[in-house]
């Protein structure tokens, strides 16, 4: 791997980590100067990773303006929640056909690390890279969001559900837990995107 290559990797990889995180909220411009000095590179391979981010649809690109932590509406929310859903309950299908014995558990035994890691974990099990990628980059895409919402309704009733079903290996009840989980996530979608919102418009303000 070349110097450049190895650099555009550390940018994107610590970008899309700190995406991943929610640790940047809509509205936060990534300066380009700004990055490059943060990672100890030039600004071109920040440009780039910010552009494989922004073909990611995880940031934007404004044109003469720059690349910004993306805002989701209510209805991009819920429509992420309703690919999520479509992804996970084909994972659990995917599951149920090679697994021998559906009563082998996910190895979870709570939910200190939040519903993303077992949300990972049910995708994974389906042994489908595509389903895996596609789960992966909704989540990706709903991280804020999905901050925002456990801020807003506390912990959620569905995460420690699908903890239990996910233990026990029942994949028999996971694929209607999976559509509880996502359904509330719909539901939430107003609240959560007007959060946002307001948030955003801080963000602004304070520029």
Not at 81 to 106: C, F, I, P, Q, T
Not at 121 to 144: H, T, V
Request: proline letters at 2%; charged letters at 25%; a positive charge.
């Amino acid at each position: 791997m070349s110097k450049r290559q190895a650099s555009f990797s550390r940018v994107y990889t610590s970008t899309k980590s700190q995406l991943r995180s929610a640790k940047l909220a809509p509205g936060t411009q990534l300066l380009v100067n700004e990055w490059a000095s943060l990672h100890g590179v030039s600004a071109t391979p920040v440009r780039e990773a910010l552009a494989k981010l922004a073909g990611e649809t995880l940031v934007e690109d404004r044109e003469r303006l720059g690349y910004f932590v993306l805002l989701l509406s209510s209805i991009e929310v819920a429509g992420l929640y309703e690919l999520l859903e479509l992804y996970l309950v084909r994972a659990v299908v995917h599951w149920k056909r090679n697994s021998r014995d559906n009563s082998s558990g996910l190895l979870v035994t709570d939910s200190d690390e939040g519903d993303t890691a077992i949300l990972v974990l049910i995708a994974r099990r389906s042994n489908n890279p595509l389903l895996i990628e596609e789960a992966q980059r909704c989540l990706d895409r709903l991280a804020f969001a999905r901050r925002q919402e456990a801020e807003i309704f506390g912990p959620s009733e569905q995460v420690a559900k699908l903890v239990e079903v996910c233990t026990r290996g029942n994949t028999e009840k996971l694929a209607g837990t999976v559509r509880s989980y996502c359904h509330a996530g719909r539901n939430r979608a107003d609240a959560v995107a007007h959060a946002m919102a307001a948030g955003y418009r801080e963000t602004i303000a304070r520029k």
